[in-house]
C-alpha cells in the first residue's frame, strides 16, 4: 500500500506518512506508559525541576572531559538547542579547575549561506553561541585549545577527520519539531525516494553534509531563535552525521519540553522502545544504536488530550 502525502509538506517525507494506528498509539501514551519504554540500551530519565534537568545535562559535559588524558583523548558533541546547559558547563569547569587541553568538543550544526557556512558574526551562528555560552567563559589557564573545538564547514572532509584517534564519549542534542538529531531531516519525497523514503541502512551510511531542511524545521528555529522571522532562518545547513554519531558511545537527547511538542515525545519514544525504525522519523533510527538515552523533564511531558483555546 502506498504511503500517504505529508500533511505538512507534501513534498517532503516526516512523521504525518507514518501508519496511523502507530500515530494513534503514540498518542494515547499515558505519562507513566511513557517512561516505563525504556529497555536494554535504551534508557530513560526523569527530572523533576529543570535546575536537575539542566545540571545533569552539563554534567555530561564533565564527566566526558574528565576521561580525556592526552593519551586518549575524549569529547563530546553538543547541540545549540537546548543551549541552557552550556553556562552551566563553564561554572563546573572554572570550579572544579578542570583542564580542557586534551578535551574536545564537536559542534553538531552550522548554518549554510551560498555554499558557505555562517561567519560568527552572523546571528544564528552555532559556532558563536558555542563560544559566547560556554567556551568565552571558561578561565584561560583551562581552556579548550582552538584546534580541539570542531566545527562543520562546507570542507566536511576536515570535520570527519578530527573524530578520528579522539573517543566520543556522547553525542548530545535536542529533538526537533520533525523527530531530528542535530539537521539529520527526513528527505523530499523525489528522485529514488517518490514512493518510500531512504532505508535506515542507506540513511545511517550518511555523513556530515549540506541538508536542505525540511519546511517544519525553518518554522521551528525561527520560533525559537527569531522571534518567528522565517526570512531570517538560511534553508540550508551543514550537520554531523549518522556516519559520525554511531561513532559515539552514548547518544543522549534531552527533552525539556519545549523544543519538541508532547506527541513528538511520545512518538519517537515508542518507536525507539519498540524497534521501529524510519527514515521519515529520523530520531526513530537510533533504535538501532547500542546506548542511547533519552531525559525528560517531568513538567514538560504533557499529555496529547484534545483541549481548545
Same mark, same amino acid.
Given at each position: 500500500?502506498?504511503?500517504?502525502?505529508?500533511?505538512?509538506?507534501?513534498?517532503?517525507?516526516?512523521?504525518?506518512?507514518?501508519?496511523?494506528?502507530?500515530?494513534?498509539?503514540? #498518542?494515547?501514551?499515558?505519562?507513566?506508559?511513557?517512561?516505563?519504554?525504556? $529497555?536494554?540500551? &535504551?534508557?530513560?530519565? *526523569?527530572?523533576?525541576?529543570?535546575?536537575?534537568?539542566? %545540571?545533569? !545535562?552539563?554534567? !555530561?559535559?564533565?564527566?566526558?572531559?574528565?576521561?580525556?588524558?592526552?593519551?586518549?583523548?575524549?569529547?563530546?558533541?553538543?547541540?545549540?538547542?537546548?543551549?541552557?546547559?552550556?553556562?552551566? *558547563?563553564?561554572?563546573?569547569?572554572?570550579?572544579?579547575? %578542570?583542564? =580542557?587541553?586534551?578535551? @574536545?568538543?564537536?559542534?553538531?550544526?552550522?548554518?549554510?549561506?551560498?555554499?558557505?557556512?555562517? !561567519?560568527?558574526?552572523?546571528?544564528?551562528? &552555532? #559556532?558563536?553561541?558555542?563560544?559566547?555560552?560556554?567556551?568565552?567563559? +571558561?578561565?584561560?589557564?583551562?581552556?579548550?585549545?582552538?584546534?580541539?573545538?570542531?566545527?562543520?564547514?562546507?570542507?566536511?572532509?576536515?570535520?570527519?577527520?578530527?573524530?578520528?584517534?579522539?573517543?566520543?564519549?556522547?553525542?548530545?542534542?535536542?529533538?526537533?519539531?520533525?523527530?531530528?538529531?542535530?539537521?539529520?531531516?527526513?528527505?523530499?519525497?523525489?528522485?529514488?525516494?517518490?514512493?518510500?523514503?531512504?532505508?535506515?541502512?542507506?540513511?545511517?551510511? %550518511?555523513?556530515? $553534509?549540506?541538508?536542505? =531542511? @525540511?519546511?517544519?524545521?525553518?518554522?521551528?528555529?525561527?520560533?525559537?531563535?527569531?522571534?518567528?522571522?522565517?526570512?531570517?532562518?538560511?534553508?540550508?545547513?551543514?550537520? *554531523?552525521?549518522?556516519?559520525?554519531?554511531?561513532?559515539?558511545?552514548?547518544?543522549?537527547?534531552?527533552?525539556?519540553?519545549?523544543?519538541?511538542?508532547?506527541?513528538?515525545?511520545?512518538?519517537?519514544?515508542?518507536? +525507539?522502545?519498540?524497534?521501529?525504525?524510519?527514515?521519515? *522519523?529520523?530520531?526513530?533510527?537510533?533504535? !538501532? @544504536?547500542?546506548?542511547?538515552?533519552?531525559?525528560?523533564?517531568?513538567?514538560? +511531558?504533557?499529555?496529547?488530550?484534545?483541549?481548545? @483555546?
Amino acid at each position: 500500500m502506498a504511503r500517504q502525502l505529508s500533511k505538512i509538506a507534501p513534498d517532503w517525507w516526516d512523521y504525518t506518512t507514518l501508519d496511523s494506528a502507530l500515530l494513534d498509539d503514540a #498518542a494515547a501514551l499515558t505519562a507513566d506508559q511513557l517512561l516505563s519504554l525504556g $529497555r536494554p540500551g &535504551f534508557k530513560i530519565e *526523569v527530572y523533576d525541576t529543570l535546575e536537575e534537568f539542566y %545540571l545533569a !545535562e552539563a554534567l !555530561e559535559y564533565i564527566a566526558a572531559w574528565q576521561r580525556s588524558t592526552p593519551d586518549n583523548p575524549v569529547g563530546i558533541c553538543g547541540p545549540i538547542g537546548p543551549t541552557e546547559q552550556l553556562p552551566l *558547563v563553564a561554572l563546573l569547569v572554572n570550579q572544579l579547575g %578542570l583542564s =580542557l587541553e586534551s578535551a @574536545h568538543f564537536w559542534g553538531m550544526d552550522e548554518w549554510l549561506l551560498n555554499g558557505k557556512a555562517v !561567519e560568527q558574526d552572523h546571528p544564528l551562528s &552555532f #559556532a558563536r553561541a558555542d563560544r559566547e555560552l560556554c567556551f568565552d567563559r +571558561i578561565r584561560p589557564e583551562l581552556a579548550m585549545p582552538r584546534e580541539n573545538m570542531h566545527f562543520p564547514s562546507e570542507d566536511v572532509s576536515v570535520y570527519e577527520q578530527s573524530w578520528s584517534g579522539v573517543t566520543c564519549a556522547v553525542i548530545q542534542g535536542g529533538q526537533g519539531e520533525i523527530k531530528h538529531w542535530a539537521f539529520n531531516d527526513p528527505v523530499r519525497r523525489a528522485g529514488a525516494y517518490v514512493d518510500a523514503p531512504p532505508t535506515p541502512s542507506e540513511y545511517r551510511k %550518511l555523513g556530515t $553534509r549540506a541538508v536542505e =531542511l @525540511h519546511p517544519l524545521t525553518l518554522v521551528q528555529n525561527a520560533r525559537t531563535s527569531g522571534g518567528g522571522n522565517i526570512p531570517l532562518v538560511p534553508t540550508h545547513a551543514l550537520t *554531523v552525521g549518522p556516519a559520525q554519531t554511531w561513532q559515539a558511545e552514548r547518544v543522549s537527547i534531552w527533552h525539556p519540553g519545549h523544543h519538541d511538542n508532547p506527541f513528538g515525545m511520545r512518538l519517537t519514544t515508542l518507536m +525507539i522502545s519498540k524497534g521501529i525504525a524510519d527514515s521519515a *522519523v529520523p530520531m526513530s533510527l537510533l533504535a !538501532e @544504536h547500542p546506548d542511547v538515552r533519552f531525559s525528560f523533564y517531568r513538567g514538560g +511531558i504533557g499529555t496529547c488530550e484534545t483541549e481548545m @483555546h
